[in-house]
């Protein structure tokens, strides 16, 4: 059974940094790999998704790269600004099944 | 286009009582997720379906689960009896394609207290 696992729990960051949010999973022979955004109190909003032939997806100042041989993805977060604060989960799935979510790493960005 | 849209956002209930949620997919996704969501387990995956069919219903807790969805533009998840254990968020999301393909969509969340 697949299993996602995200380190660290929290992390605190000063405004304009760069920084790198990991995830892991157990099954390399996964179909797709999404990361989402949660705030406090809401849904999650869907920021990447990385389908198993790619290797990395990009919008804004987001990166997501995925390395299935090593079971690895991560989120490249450029010039971190407070409204990044927010809560990020990363779900993989694979072929014929639902996504299985990392319980998130917790980011706080400070000015 | 609206989103998913899940009704109610809270509901605060005894043990013991029915409560049902409900949940509105995005007009032309064919496949329909609940969630639940605690501070203790995350995220978990409660059944998901497909084209109306239900595909896969593991994560359903026990029993006093069940989720239908009648058409393609409503599922329903109901709780008989609600237990205080049963205090989470509830997500449905929805995704156009078979389970294991397309982006995943999610709603508000209903968030559920059982006294």
């Known amino acids: 059974k697949q299993e996602v696992t995200q380190i660290p729990a929290a992390l605190s960051v000063p405004e304009g940094e760069n920084l790198v949010l990991n995830c892991s999973f157990t099954d390399s022979a996964i179909y797709n790999l999404q990361w989402f955004r949660q705030d406090p109190g809401k849904g999650l909003t869907s920021l990447l998704l990385?389908?198993?032939?790619?290797r990395e997806q990009t919008s804004g100042r987001l990166n997501a790269s995925l390395d299935k041989s090593s079971g690895r993805s991560t989120l490249y977060i450029a010039a971190s600004q407070p409204g990044d604060s927010a809560t990020y989960l990363c779900a993989a799935n694979q072929a014929g099944t639902a996504l299985i979510f990392g319980k998130g790493t917790t980011l706080s960005v400070s000015s | 286009d609206a989103g998913v849209i899940q009704s109610p956002r809270h509901e605060v209930t005894e043990m013991g009582q029915e409560v049902t949620l409900r949940c509105k997919p995005i007009?032309?996704?064919?496949?329909l997720f609940w969630y639940r969501q605690t501070m203790m387990r995350g995220l978990e995956l409660l059944i998901y379906?497909?084209?109306?069919?239900?595909?896969?219903d593991s994560g359903m807790p026990e029993d006093r689960f069940s989720a239908k969805m009648p058409n393609a533009s409503f599922s329903t998840l109901k709780i008989q009896p609600s237990e205080p254990r049963d205090s989470a968020v509830y997500f449905c999301a929805s995704s156009s394609g078979a389970a294991n393909t397309g982006e995943l969509f999610f709603g508000e969340g209903s968030r559920l207290t059982v006294l």
């Open positions: 007009s032309g996704h064919n496949s």
């Open positions: 990385i389908q198993s032939s790619q």
């Open positions: 379906f497909n084209n109306n069919v239900p595909i896969d």
